[in-house]
């Protein structure tokens, strides 16, 4: 058994030894992207020249490596989808793509891989684009250093940025996407890793994750999108240093968690969102060492969420620190520092020695008349939330941080 394993091994060994490049440009013997992948062996390398190619529907079917130099353009001319690759060990660098066509039936993208193990797309412009990088059934592969943008206005009408579907162990790295409906897709895709991306003016969410178990994102930038980040469905994500910053609207949060599971965020900066994090459905999360500065509601939960723990965290300057729809509390406030707290240490341990109540009556009552947030900053609503502190009967009663950090927290 040992001298077959090793005899397939020295045949993929010389394989490789023997393989040949081959150049593509205008002038050159071959002249197309296509022609030159039908014309390769096993693990060539296609150099791609400089210049503008005409070309779509081409199909990467056996393991190749595709650089381009100088960022030639392939050019789909708007007739489909413009590169699909169906083999394994796959490299694709430094191309130009632009024009894929625009079906309401078919995802046409501007680069697809199906069924694909150990490829790496790298160092790409995309442009004009209906789906981005779209990665389909496959795995252990790296999407690194990608530029993304698309025109997209409405959701209808376009499509990703990257998209994942029932992928497993792919990492995406320093990419950057915007004007598109996602930036970043992943449904049924687990074990993959999205880091330091910067994700922006998307027409519906920066990031989306749906039915997507044991992903880690972390150190990204989702700022000025529709909506955000979603994550829904989804068990043991684990969401560090990210930056959700100035995802405005009606209906808009940095982030959207709704029945997840078992999971980590940590680290994380949120500034000058609508709402911080929307909360629904969502158990045994913990949430540490956070930053909610400036959004409207710095956390929102709508029920249904159970043995949750926020810990050291700090919340600055909100309109409203805590929103909750139940008089019923199971989630644990413990260590936080709170920019409203106006308690007292008389024994200088930087613990406030009264408990903080972060939920006020008025969000409650803006949680079920939405109009009345115009009285925001009247002296009847003061007046109202101190009665409700001093004796709370709409909001839970058991809802408090008995630890209140006389000083915000750093770490």
């Not at 992943?186 to 922006?200: G, H, Q, R, V």
Request: hydrophobic share 35%; glycine share 6%; charged share 20%.
């Amino acid at each position: 058994m040992k001298s077959i394993t090793v005899f397939f091994i020295a045949i993929f060994i010389a394989n490789i030894s023997i393989a040949q490049t081959i150049e593509v440009c205008s002038t050159c013997p071959v002249s197309t992207l296509k022609e030159a992948i039908t014309q390769s062996k096993d693990f060539d390398t296609i150099i791609v020249e400089k210049g503008s190619y005409k070309e779509h529907a081409i199909v990467v079917d056996k393991p190749l490596t595709i650089i381009g130099k100088n960022y030639p353009v392939i050019d789909g001319e708007k007739k489909g989808e413009i590169i699909t690759i169906t083999a394994d060990n796959v490299t694709v660098d430094g191309l130009f793509i632009i024009n894929v066509g625009t079906s309401y039936t078919e995802d046409y993208a501007a680069i697809r891989v199906k069924n694909s193990k150990n490829f790496v797309i790298q160092n790409l412009v995309l442009e004009k684009l209906f789906f981005g990088i779209y990665i389909e059934k496959s795995r252990n592969g790296k999407v690194y250093h990608n530029k993304i943008i698309g025109d997209a206005v409405e959701e209808y009408n376009s499509g990703n940025g990257i998209q994942l579907w029932y992928s497993k162990n792919v990492e995406i790295e320093h990419n950057y996407v915007e004007h598109v409906r996602d930036g970043i897709y992943l449904e049924f895709s687990d074990d993959c890793l999205i880091k330091n991306n910067i994700s922006t003016l998307n027409v519906r969410y920066g990031l989306h994750f749906m039915f997507s178990n044991d992903d880690t994102y972390q150190d990204n930038t989702f700022e000025n999108n529709g909506a955000g980040v979603a994550v829904m469905f989804s068990k043991r994500i684990k969401m560090y240093n990210n930056l959700f910053k100035e995802n405005w609207g009606t209906a808009s949060y940095g982030m959207l968690l709704k029945e997840i599971n078992d999971a980590e965020i940590i680290g994380n900066i949120f500034e000058d969102n609508t709402i911080g994090i929307n909360i629904e459905g969502s158990n045994r999360i913990n949430y540490r060492h956070n930053s909610f500065s400036n959004n409207g509601w710095a956390i929102k939960v709508k029920g249904a969420c159970y043995a949750n723990n926020f810990t050291e965290n700090n919340f600055l300057y909100n309109s409203f620190d805590i929103a909750y729809n139940s008089n019923v509390n199971d989630n644990v406030f413990d260590k936080n520092y709170w920019s409203n707290y106006t308690g007292y240490d008389l024994d200088k341990n930087g613990i406030g020695d009264v408990p903080y109540r972060p939920v006020k009556l008025f969000s409650y009552i803006v949680n079920r008349t939405p109009e009345t947030i115009i009285l925001l900053r009247s002296m009847f609503i003061d007046i109202i939330d101190f009665s409700e502190k001093v004796s709370p009967v709409f909001t839970p009663d058991n809802l408090l941080d008995k630890n209140p950090q006389i000083k915000r927290i750093t770490w």
